[in-house]
Structures are given as structure tokens and as C-alpha cells.
């Protein structure tokens, strides 16, 4: 199926050309769901493709709008996509030829295009990178990516329109330390050190499960990566690469998601293909708020086990620590919980807007500029709102929200899910950048909804 095709048929399903829900709240969500590969996976492992001499082949591919965002891109440089259910083929066979052409590429809606430089630079001796697109959650600056890529030889020039690249003299390996352990970064070494000439060595880099799952796809392609106890990284730049064939890592952010709208409406859900590993963190949190969980091999039950919700401190952090994608929906089970809980966002200097939507509903949530975690952040002298003190419990009620951005706007479908009375969300199109099929999700669920648009 090609991309028009697969556009007609399953947008509305996936949710992009939903515009508005209407939402009663108050029934809890009940029954089971599946989970397919992590967005934070899968669009990578999509653009490693293009490292290979020979086609790719990647299993459990969810249908959100960020895969195909990548797609298109790829498409544009000439890679061959093809889908057959959850699976995908990609060819990189053309993309020389499609040199030319590719100058006309588009970030869309997502972050992605940034980490197509270092395959570019090694395949054409050139890049171009149009604007960044992603979740609007503080400034998100390239910084650390463009010093990667000048490190390992990259010439870089700003435009108006975006970035162009060129590599003079090739790629070699660089010894590199990050800023901060950065995922995309990370990433951004990964795919630039493998096929460069030469040794790579990286401290300080990001650990999440994605970006080992990503070093697993790239060891299947040929790479040679070790990975040290301190966060080292070290590499050995290959000649060529072949394609790979890989069942992606389930979406953790999109388990934890799911997990808290049970929480938070008393209900009860199977989230089939989440496991235990990836979510230690956010296991030991859920259970601390009172929340009941039990592992079983084909995937998690979360449920709420009645009596009081109990309040909690948290501080979002690097892997292993609780990841700043699970704290939107947590604050409103949250709101819910009988005490006073504080989040402190540690990632991102700007990811509380969402609750200004919560606090409309009836949540009693304030934002400090002061570190209220156990230890001071990056952000603590910089006057940016970034830790939450949530009381509770409140009862939600109805309003009508404009969807900021992908976990915000998951955050304020499970606040209206559990509030008293009528919601009207818009913007929902966001929210299929990164939970599959979420309509149908919740129909599964039991959610009582209209689809309005
Ligand atoms: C597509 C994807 O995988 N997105 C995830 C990825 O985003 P992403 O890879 O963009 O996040 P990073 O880990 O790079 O960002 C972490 C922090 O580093 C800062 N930074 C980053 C790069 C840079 O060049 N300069 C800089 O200052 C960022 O502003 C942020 O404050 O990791 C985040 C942290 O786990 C997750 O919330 C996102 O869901
Ligand atoms: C911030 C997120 O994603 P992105 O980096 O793609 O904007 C997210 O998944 O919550």
C-alpha cells in the first residue's frame, strides 16, 4: 500500500482528521488494549534504514501520525516504504538518485528530520534539514546535535528555511561529551559514528530502552557498539551496513499513559505488550499513589483498587529515573489522590502549561520556579515554572480544551474522562502523533465520546 492509499483508508481510524471530541465523563475505562512500537523507537529505527546497503524489515510499526511524518521524509530521499499490517520494508536502494529532489523536504510535525544528517552526510556528502517540528515544550534547542555533527567533521550552515550540511572531507570518529544526556543526541551519535571512519567515544549519554533498542537494530546491521556501566559509549565506525530485520520495543509512554487513565477513573485496563522492565520506575510510582497492578506475560494489568489515592513526590529525570513523558497523566490521577503531591519536572524547563487546562476543570495545581524535589536541576536558578504542587482530591468538571500538545492533550482526554459533566477537546489530531488508534482505544474501553468533525 502506498502513502495516499494508506492515508484514505486509516486516518480517521488513527484519529488525524478528528478534530473534536465531546466527552461525558465519569464511567471508568474497563478492558484491553494493545500495544504496538515505541514512537520514540520506531520513527529511529525507520531513519537507520538508510545506513544500509540492503532493505530493512520492522515489525510492530504503529499507525501515528510521527511514523508517517518519517515516511514521507524517507520517501522524498528516495527509500522504498511499503506496509503489510504492522509491518514495514525499507529500501534504501534509490536514494542517490533521488538526491536531487530531496532538497524539497518538510519536518512536518516532527523532531525526527534532525537525526537524518549523519546517514545524509555519509550517503550524499550533504544535508538538508528543514525546521523541527515536535511537542512546544520549552525551547528544544539543536544545540548539542550541531556539535556532535561539527565534531565529527560536519560543516554546518544556517538558513532561513533550515540547515544545510556538507562533509568536505568524510565523517571520522570523535571523542564527544554531552551537555546533559540528551536523547536525541545520543541518538544523533549513534547513527553519525557507525559508518565514520574511526574510534567514537561518547560519556554522558541518554540509556532509555528506545536508544538500546536502537543500538540492538544497528548491532544487527553490522555496527560495532559497547555500551560501559558509566554511561559510556564507545564505537568503531564500520565501511558498510546491511539492512535489518527487528520486532521494535513496545511504547512504554503510551502504557504508562493508559495506566493512569485507569487510575484516574477507577477503572480497570489490560495494556497487552507492556512489560515490566521498561517501566520499573513508573511501577514503584503507581503503586505509591495506591494504584494495583499485576504482570502477566503478554502484557500489564493496572487497576484502581478502591479507597483514597495517596499523594506523592516525584522528579522526572534521565532513564532510570521516571520519565518526563509519564507526568501529564499522572498529575491528574493526582488531582485525585488525598494530600499534597509535587512533581518536578527535571527535562524540560516548560512542560506544566497543560495544567492551566486541569486547573479550569476545578484541580488545585501551582507551578514554582523553585526546585521542590530532592535535589536542585539545571532549571532551578533560571526562573523557569517547572515543579507542580498538585492538592487533592478535587472533582473535575466539563470544560472546553484546545489540545497543546501530545501528553498534555493525553492528560486532558483522562481529566474529562473523569470529570462531571460534558468536555469538548479540540486539536485532537496531536494526540495521533503519538497513541495508535486512540479513538478506537477508547471505544474499547467503554468511553462514552463523540467524534465531532
Ligand atoms: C522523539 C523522541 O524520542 N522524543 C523524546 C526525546 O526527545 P528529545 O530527544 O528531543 O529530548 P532530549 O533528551 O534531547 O532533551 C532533553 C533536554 O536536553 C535539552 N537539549 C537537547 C538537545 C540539544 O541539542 N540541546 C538541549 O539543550 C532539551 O531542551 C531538554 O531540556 O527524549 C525526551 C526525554 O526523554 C522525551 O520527552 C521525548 O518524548
Ligand atoms: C515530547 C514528546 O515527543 P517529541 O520529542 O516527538 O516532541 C513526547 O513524546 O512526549
Same mark, same amino acid.
Given at each position: 500500500m502506498n502513502a495516499d492509499q494508506l492515508s484514505a483508508t486509516s486516518a480517521r481510524a488513527i484519529g488525524l482528521d478528528v478534530d473534536a471530541l465531546t466527552v461525558r465523563g465519569g464511567k471508568p475505562l474497563d478492558g484491553r488494549i494493545e500495544m504496538k512500537g515505541a514512537k520514540n523507537l520506531v520513527t529511529k529505527a525507520m531513519v537507520a534504514a %538508510? %545506513?544500509?546497503d540492503t532493505p530493512s524489515e520492522l515489525r510492530?510499526?504503529?499507525?501515528?501520525s510521527d511514523v508517517r511524518v518519517v515516511r514521507g521524509l524517507l520517501e522524498i530521499h528516495g527509500v522504498a516504504v511499503e506496509t503489510l499490517g504492522d509491518t514495514m520494508r525499507l529500501d534504501p536502494a534509490n536514494v542517490e538518485r533521488a538526491h536531487e529532489t530531496s532538497i524539497n523536504a518538510h519536518a512536518g510535525s516532527s523532531r525526527i528530520p534532525i537525526l537524518f544528517c549523519g546517514p545524509l552526510l555519509h550517503r550524499l556528502g550533504e544535508a538538508f534539514i528543514p525546521d523541527l517540528g515536535g511537542c512546544h515544550i520549552g525551547d528544544r534547542p539543536i544545540d548539542y546535535h550541531l556539535e556532535v555533527l561539527r565534531n565529527f567533521g560536519a560543516v554546518v550552515d544556517k538558513l532561513p528555511t533550515g540547515i544545510r550540511m556538507t562533509a568536505p572531507d568524510g565523517l571520522h570518529g570523535a571523542k564527544v561529551r554531552l551537555p546533559y544526556p540528551s536523547v536525541g543526541a545520543t541518538e544523533q551519535v549513534l547513527l553519525t559514528a557507525t559508518r565514520a571512519k574511526g574510534r567514537t567515544e561518547l560519556s554522558n549519554a541518554a540509556v532509555e530502552p528506545e536508544i538500546l533498542d536502537l543500538i540492538a537494530i544497528l548491532q544487527k546491521m553490522g555496527a560495532e557498539i559497547q555500551v560501559d556501566t558509566d554511561r559510556t559509549i564507545r564505537i568503531e565506525g564500520v565501511d558498510h551496513l546491511v539492512g535489518y530485520s527487528h520486532t521494535a520495543l513496545f511504547d512504554r509512554n503510551e502504557a504508562a499513559s493508559w495506566a493512569c487513565a485507569a487510575l484516574a477513573t477507577g477503572g480497570d485496563i489490560f495494556v497487552g505488550g507492556a512489560r515490566q522492565q521498561e517501566m520499573t520506575t513508573f511501577l514503584n510510582v503507581y503503586r505509591k499513589v495506591g494504584g494495583a497492578f499485576e504482570i502477566e506475560d503478554d502484557g500489564i494489568r493496572f487497576w484502581h483498587p478502591g479507597g483514597d489515592l495517596k499523594p506523592v513526590v516525584v522528579e522526572t529525570d534521565v532513564h532510570p529515573g521516571f520519565m518526563t513523558d509519564w507526568q501529564q497523566p499522572l498529575v491528574v490521577a493526582l488531582a485525585k489522590a488525598k494530600g499534597i503531591s509535587i512533581v518536578h519536572e527535571t527535562v524540560y524547563e516548560q512542560r506544566f502549561g497543560f495544567t492551566e487546562a486541569l486547573v479550569d476543570m476545578g484541580a488545585t495545581i501551582q507551578i514554582h520556579t523553585e526546585c521542590l524535589g530532592s535535589h536542585a536541576c539545571r532549571f532551578g536558578q533560571r526562573n523557569y515554572q517547572h515543579s507542580a504542587v498538585i492538592a487533592g482530591p478535587v472533582s473535575l468538571r466539563g470544560a472546553d480544551i484546545v489540545v497543546p500538545d501530545l501528553r498534555g492533550g493525553f492528560s486532558h482526554l483522562v481529566a474529562a474522562l473523569t470529570a462531571e459533566g460534558e468536555s469538548r477537546i479540540s486539536n485532537v489530531g496531536i494526540i495521533a502523533r503519538g497513541y495508535e488508534r486512540f479513538i478506537e482505544k477508547l471505544q474499547v474501553l467503554g468511553a462514552d465520546f463523540d467524534v465531532d468533525g
Open positions: %538508510l %545506513l544500509a510492530s510499526v504503529p499507525e501515528i
